[in-house]
């Protein structure tokens, strides 16, 4: 992951006509977790109304609780893939929580044509799976989206992207997503996003950061503005290369973290402000 040297230009890469490296800047947006073909044609539809063609979409969940749903795992694969590149959408963030998934996802990819490209992503609750970050890293396939652990140090989770880059893949995005901490966050977890220079000096991974995971509502500053457009802003500032945000059509029916969700209405504003902050800095 560039600690201990090595070419700078080996560590950028493109997937699917989407370039990933240092500079690079895209926003991933989608629901936490796939439920219905019509939310997720909406959202599509609205994406590329607005000309995003990166999405993240959850079909394996892993749940707090055994009882909340746990996603529709490999049965939506094909219509997900279908919808996705029928607006045109290139690279799906798609969680993994085993070896298996990874086969299910390509098969799925491969029996529907290839109409999109898929980012394995690795959850903050698999952050230190050492058999799931070899079995990310030992395909070339798939590029890798790190989310670091929620209770790790950043030295954890660097060792942990080793084990995925040591195995062969290198093609890894770092992703920060808030931390717990004992202090008893207003948010769902502690915003680490002064940490993304942190990470560009240290490693040679583009950094991605998750607004709506580490602030986990959608409260609002005195300014009337969403806390989660806050983060968005100081991820960007501090030179995120990637944000990964939920949106969903209609969020009080979401199957998942529907309470963190934004609106399709919010959506435009929401790239708009991203915009705005880019430019500005
Ligand atoms: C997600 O991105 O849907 C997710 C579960 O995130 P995290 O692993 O960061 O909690
Ligand atoms: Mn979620």
């Not at 094909?78 to 798609?94: D, R």
């Not at 790190?146 to 989770?157: A, H, P, V």
């Not at 880059?165 to 977890?189: D, M, Q, T, W, Y």
Request: glycine fraction near 10%; charge should be negative; include cysteine.
């Amino acid at each position: 992951i560039g600690r201990h040297g090595g070419q700078l230009e080996e560590f950028g890469f493109d997937y699917n006509g989407i370039h990933f490296d240092q500079n690079c800047f895209h926003v991933f947006m989608g629901p936490c977790a796939v439920d219905t073909p019509e939310n997720v044609e909406a959202m599509c539809r609205s994406m590329q109304r607005l000309g995003v063609t990166t999405a993240r979409m959850g079909a394996y969940k892993p749940r707090t609780s055994p009882y909340d749903f746990q996603g529709h795992g490999k049965a939506c694969l094909p219509w997900v893939f279908e919808i996705a590149g029928k607006y045109g959408i290139k690279v799906i963030a798609m969680e993994v929580l085993r070896a298996v998934h990874i086969e299910e996802i390509f098969e799925a990819l491969e029996a529907a044509g290839r109409p999109t490209g898929v980012m394995l992503q690795v959850g903050t609750r698999n952050a230190q799976n050492f058999e799931l970050l070899k079995a990310v890293g030992s395909q070339q396939e798939f590029p890798v989206l790190y989310k670091r652990g929620m209770g790790l140090t950043l030295e954890e989770s660097l060792n942990a992207c080793e084990y995925i880059a040591s195995e062969g893949n290198r093609n890894i995005v770092f992703c920060l997503r808030g931390v717990k901490s004992h202090l008893g966050e207003p948010h769902r977890n502690l915003i680490d996003f002064g940490h993304v220079p942190v990470l560009k000096r240290l490693t040679r991974l583009p950094v991605c950061v998750d607004p709506t995971h580490s602030v986990g509502t959608k409260d609002r500053a005195p300014d009337g503005i969403l806390d989660i457009f806050h983060a968005t802003a100081e991820g960007v500032v501090a030179g995120a290369n990637m944000v990964l945000v939920e949106f969903h059509p209609k969020p009080e029916t979401a199957l998942c973290d529907g309470p963190q969700a934004l609106t399709l209405s919010e959506m435009e504003h929401y790239l708009e402000d991203v915009r705005i902050v880019r430019e500005a800095y």
